[in-house]
Every structure is written in structure tokens, then in C-alpha cells.
Antibody, heavy 118, light 107 residues
């Protein structure tokens, strides 16, 4: 059973860059049938898909965030990462990493709260 | 983007009863619709994929139906552990989008 674990700072200052890493265990991130995604959820609100990356490095981003987001993959470490530039309070949320098969989220990390505040 | 609209936003039903949640897509998505259950403080969990296929390990009291733009999640014989928020998600095209959620309370 694959497991995903998010890691990174829980507090980021406004205008700075949010950086998170997802470590995948119990399975290889290099399996080409999967995409690896980031999804976020502000407190008390719904789910927002941020973007995804394939094992070959091909990416798709949500247009609402596209200019500020970068997702990358490190197959040697079985990890993928998220960067969001120029954050504001609106980026405060629980961030989930996820394994996606044919656009269906099969497995989720436990989520990590990132707060944007000075 | 494809907009997903869920209703109701919340409902209350009795143990042993039935809950029905609807999800409407802003354009036709065929059968590309998934349902997730989320309990407080936890990540969502896949219940139904492809509009009507039950994910492994999910109790058979959960069922999904629908096609094109109108979909339904039905939970029969409600159990206390079904208290959660339920989300639909279209898997037709990126950006993937979710409905706003339906909070189910078990009386």
C-alpha cells in the first residue's frame, strides 16, 4: 500500500515562496501510469486542485494559480515537490499530495497546514 | 473550467435511513465522475469512481449513478460512521474540479 507524506514549513511570510515536498513510500514514483498531484483545502472550505506532474516531468496546472506554481519530481528520492510564489493569506490551507490514476485521486497524504502570516 | 455544483450543502438523516446527494456538471462529462468521503481532520477517501464503480473496501450501501451532467450518490441504511462531508469531482479534463461538498449528519 503506497503512502504519501507531506513535509515543509508550516508558516510562510506574505510575498515569500511556499515549498512542500511529498515523500512516497511503498511504491515507486516512477510507475508511468500515475500522475502525482497537489490539492489544497482552506479551513472549512472545499478542495482545489493545484496541479499534477507525470513521471516524465510533464505538468498541468490550475489556471487560477498557474503563474505562481511549480511542481517538480525527483525519482531518485521518490519525492515530488510544490512551490507557490508570492503567497498571500488566501494561500493559507491544508495542502495534500496525492497519487492520481486517470484523473481519479487514489491515495492522499495526511495533509499539512500552511499558514501565510507575518 | 468545468464547474461542479452539489446539493444539498448539508443534510440530516437517521441511522438506518437513506441519504441522496446530487452533483451537476456545467458541461457533459460522460461517466467521468468520482465521489469522496472526508471526515474531520482527515484526507478525503475515494468511494466511487467512473460514476458508479465502488472502490475496493467501500461498503455496498454506497452507490453512484448518472451520466453526462447529472449524478447521484446514494447511501442506504445509514450508519453513524457515515457522518462526513462528501465531494464529487470531475475527471473529464484538467483542471480537475470538485463540488462544494455536502455535509451529512446522522441523527
Amino acid at each position: 500500500q503506497v503512502q504519501l507524506q507531506e513535509s515543509g514549513p508550516g508558516l510562510v511570510k506574505p510575498s515569500q515562496t511556499l515549498s512542500l515536498t511529498c515523500t512516497v513510500s511503498g511504491g515507486s514514483i516512477s510507475r508511468s501510469i500515475y500522475y502525482w498531484s497537489w490539492i489544497r483545502q482552506p479551513a472549512g472550505k472545499g478542495l482545489e486542485w493545484i496541479g499534477r506532474i507525470s513521471t516524465t516531468g510533464s505538468t498541468n496546472y490550475n489556471p487560477s494559480l498557474k503563474s505562481r506554481v511549480t511542481i517538480s519530481v525527483d525519482t531518485s528520492r521518490n519525492q515530488f515537490s510544490l512551490m507557490v510564489d508570492s503567497v498571500t493569506a488566501a494561500d493559507t490551507a491544508v495542502y495534500y499530495c496525492a497519487r492520481v490514476l486517470e484523473a481519479t485521486v487514489m491515495d492522499w497524504g495526511q495533509g499539512t497546514l500552511v499558514t501565510v502570516s507575518s | 473550467d468545468i464547474q461542479m455544483t452539489q446539493s444539498p450543502s448539508s443534510l440530516s438523516a437517521s441511522v438506518g435511513g437513506r441519504a441522496t446527494i446530487t452533483c451537476r456538471a456545467s458541461q457533459s462529462i460522460g461517466g467521468r465522475l468520482n465521489w469522496y468521503q472526508q471526515k474531520p481532520g482527515k484526507a478525503p477517501n475515494l468511494l466511487i469512481y467512473g460514476a458508479s464503480s465502488l472502490q475496493d473496501g467501500v461498503p455496498s450501501r454506497f452507490s453512484g449513478s448518472g451520466f453526462n451532467s447529472d449524478f447521484t450518490l446514494t447511501i442506504t441504511t445509514l450508519q453513524p460512521e457515515d457522518s462526513a462531508t462528501y465531494y464529487c469531482q470531475q475527471s473529464h479534463s484538467t483542471p480537475l474540479t470538485f463540488g462544494g461538498g455536502t455535509k451529512v449528519e446522522i441523527k
